[in-house]
């Protein structure tokens, strides 16, 4: 086993999974503290002297730049060691098996049936060639490669440029970051301290992705008033709540939302409807790349309301705008060359990069809007929050050279 892959394997059994009903606390399951208390030691021994583990969970480490490339910024690399709530991911056992006649097989669950991963339910398994070893689970769990496939590859960069002086790199700020599987991410990183210039982010999918556009991110709460009576003397006098929310809903284009859209197409998503006659409250997200249309859906929505007021002659619709993040697009515009970087360095290892515009966010989003350019790197897995998720052996150990080759090129001072 390759040190990369004996660090993933070894990082993957340990339980991270981030709790939704424990939110409030940071870390939201003490166990992501053992793993962070693992990597900071891990990293102390490698010889980065700084390396902590604070009360929240959260590893950092500094490493000076070497020597020439101590004019260079100061380039922060940051992972998750949370893994999703999304499927089970209680004693994770990872595996080893390979992609034969385009399927591989993980597993026989207690009931009888087998799991596999294969093209109808893994749409990009293409890239992955015939043959391939991967690690995966055997089907009950996932495997948490989303993203302690980053943690390893970091760590296992980490390690040969401390182990070899000779590497070019410039001072690295290294961050390993608990609960940005339940919208934490990295908000209690204090940026200061932490002293990068630039960063990336090492948290996405198959080899070769680089991010730096995601979506801008609201979420809206509509809430109804309604009037409510005795059916039977109702007339005149009943407002149902209920049927204003499926009034306002009606209102908004039926063609824009998730099930309707791809690529950099934006929409409106209800994911929460309650209510009684008297009262309703109807909970959406709005998801847009262009900043403009973003604007205008908001303002849609605000108007919807505004007009059946005036209907209704009472103010009977609220609706509350609350700004999530901002597509990290504009706060990379002068910061570029952290992609062509990235770009330049799968080129080099024989990977083709290709740069996605993600439907969603990501921690460089909030990293970017605060101050801090931040784009995505592939981890290297795929399926992530799903007990078919999988990592190939290749794709560990490639990452790790890319990941060396794009220090080199962010050494230039
Ligand atoms: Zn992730």
């Known amino acids: 086993m390759s040190p990369v892959v004996e660090r993933f394997v070894r990082y ?43 009360e929240h969970a959260y590893v950092t480490g500094h490493l000076t730049a070497s020597a020439g490339a101590q004019g260079a910024p100061c380039l922060g690399l940051i992972c998750h060691i949370d893994v ?3 499927a089970c991911a209680r004693g994770v056992s990872p595996r080893f098996a390979r992609l034969e006649a385009g399927r591989i097989e993980l597993g026989v669950q207690d009931d009888g049936t087998s799991v596999v991963v294969d093209a109808g339910n893994t749409p990009d398994l ?24 980053g943690v390893a590859e970091v760590m296992e960069l980490v390690a040969r440029l401390c182990a070899d002086p000779s590497i070019p790199h410039p001072a690295l700020a290294i961050c390993f970051a608990p609960d940005e599987e339940i919208g934490h991410g990295c908000s ?17 999918g198959p080899i070769g992705e680089v991010n730096y556009e995601t979506f801008n991110a609201a979420s809206v709460t509509v809430r109804f008033r309604g009037r409510s009576i005795h059916p039977g003397s109702a007339k005149g006098v009943m407002v149902n709540a209920l049927h204003l929310a499926e009034e306002f809903d ?37 998801r847009d790349h262009d900043d403009a249309s973003f604007e205008r859906r908001k303002r849609l929505m605000q108007s919807v309301a505004e ?40 080129h080099a290892c024989g990977v083709e990069p290709r740069v ?10 909030q990293l970017t809007t605060r101050g801090l350019p931040c784009p995505n790197l592939s981890a290297g897995g795929f399926n992530f929050h799903s007990v078919r998720e999988f990592v190939p052996v290749r794709s560990l150990e490639t990452m790790v050279d890319v990941l060396e080759r794009l220090v080199g090129l962010r050494a230039r001072a």
Request: with cysteine.
């Open 12 to 54: 993957a059994r340990m339980d991270t999974q981030s709790d939704p009903d424990n939110a409030a606390s940071t870390p939201s399951n003490d166990d992501e503290l053992s793993l962070a208390q693992t990597l900071a030691q891990e990293l102390r021994q490698m010889g980065v002297a700084d390396a902590r583990a604070d």
């Open 84 to 86: 999703s709530p999304d």
């Open 126 to 149: 293409a890239e992955v060639p015939e043959g391939a070893e991967v690690v995966c689970t055997d089907g009950s769990t996932l495997l948490g490669a989303d993203d302690k496939a």
């Open 188 to 204: 209690l990183l204090d940026l200061e301290a932490f002293g990068a210039d630039e960063a990336y982010t090492v948290d996405g």
């Open 250 to 286: 009606a209102a908004l284009p039926a063609w824009e939302r998730p099930e309707h859209t791809q690529g950099r197409e934006g929409f409106y998503h209800l994911h929460g409807l309650s209510g009684t006659c008297e009262s309703a409250t109807a909970r959406y997200i709005i």
């Open 307 to 346: 007009l059946m007021n005036e209907r209704l002659g009472q103010p009977r619709v609220s609706c509350e705008v609350v700004d999530e993040y901002r597509n990290m697009a504009r706060g990379m515009e002068s910061h570029m060359d952290l992609v062509d970087d990235a770009r330049s360095a799968f």
């Open 356 to 365: 996605i515009p993600v439907r969603g966010g990501t921690d460089g989003a």
